[in-house]
């Protein structure tokens, strides 16, 4: 296994990729942007609400397009079936964990992805928002999605440390462990496309 993911860290990560870099880049940027939306918005149980909802949409974003994009090679998208590929190949279900910092190459979305999201995704959906929803929400729904995507990166992550880590003390954290190494397994196209929360597993029964 040493081997092959040495060789594999040799094909694939960029000579000058650092992980540390990233995964700072990454948290500052996320940090930033929930404290600035956060202390803008006014907080009462309708913008609580929001949030909620658009946790709720952002899980339903994130299981189908785990499912129908990065795990087919749909026209235009085979950049990110090969990135997910990756992921798949590095980390199996019989490793689900990393050994270096830099193995969060086929781990994190790349720093690109994170700069899209805050460029044009969450633009795009805020000015979609404006249509349908009054004023005082559109703030705590871009919080909800920014939000989001935290989670799924932290949660993704710990799903990729040792079985034996502290964080499998933390609710729910030791079953989503093992149903995202179910995914990682030769049950990959078929099985636990939520990686953060099962509900939409459970509903097209994907759930294994
Ligand atoms: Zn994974
Ligand atoms: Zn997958």
């Given at each position: 296994?040493?081997?092959y993911r040495k060789a594999f860290r040799?094909?694939?990560?960029?000579?000058?990729y650092s992980g540390k870099f990233h995964v700072v880049f990454?948290?500052?940027?996320?940090?930033?942007?929930?404290?600035?939306?956060?202390?803008?918005?006014?907080w009462k149980i309708d913008s609580l609400l929001m949030v909620l909802l658009a946790l709720g949409y952002a899980s339903t974003f994130t299981y189908f397009l785990?499912?129908?994009l990065l795990h087919r090679k749909l026209?235009?998208?085979?950049?990110?079936?090969?990135m997910h590929h990756w992921h798949h190949t590095f980390y199996q279900s019989h490793s689900m964990e990393y050994d270096h910092l830099d193995d969060?190459?086929?781990?994190?979305?790349?720093?690109?992805?994170?700069?899209?999201?805050?460029?044009?995704y969450l633009p795009g959906l805020v000015?979609?928002?404006?249509?349908?929803?009054?004023?005082?929400?559109?703030?705590?729904?871009?919080?909800?999605?920014?939000?989001?995507?935290?989670?799924y990166e932290l949660v993704h992550w710990i799903e990729h440390l040792p079985?034996?880590?502290?964080?499998?003390?933390?609710?729910?954290?030791?079953?989503?462990?093992?149903?995202?190494?179910?995914?990682?397994?030769?049950?990959?196209?078929?099985?636990?496309?939520?990686?953060?929360?099962?509900?939409?597993d459970y509903i097209f029964k994907t759930k294994f």
């Open positions: 296994m040493e081997r040799k094909k694939v990560i960029p000579q000058y990454f948290s500052m940027i996320q940090l930033s942007v929930i404290l600035i939306i956060g202390t803008k918005c006014e785990h499912r129908f026209p235009g998208f085979g950049w990110a079936f090969k969060v190459y086929m781990l994190l979305m790349p720093p690109w992805i994170q700069i899209f999201y805050f460029v044009i000015f979609m928002a404006e249509i349908f929803l009054p004023q005082n929400l559109i703030l705590p729904f871009a919080f909800g999605l920014t939000l989001w995507y935290g989670i079985a034996t880590h502290w964080s499998m003390k933390l609710p729910f954290m030791n079953s989503a462990r093992q149903g995202h190494a179910i995914h990682h397994s030769k049950l990959k196209d078929v099985a636990n496309f939520g990686i953060v929360e099962p509900s939409w």
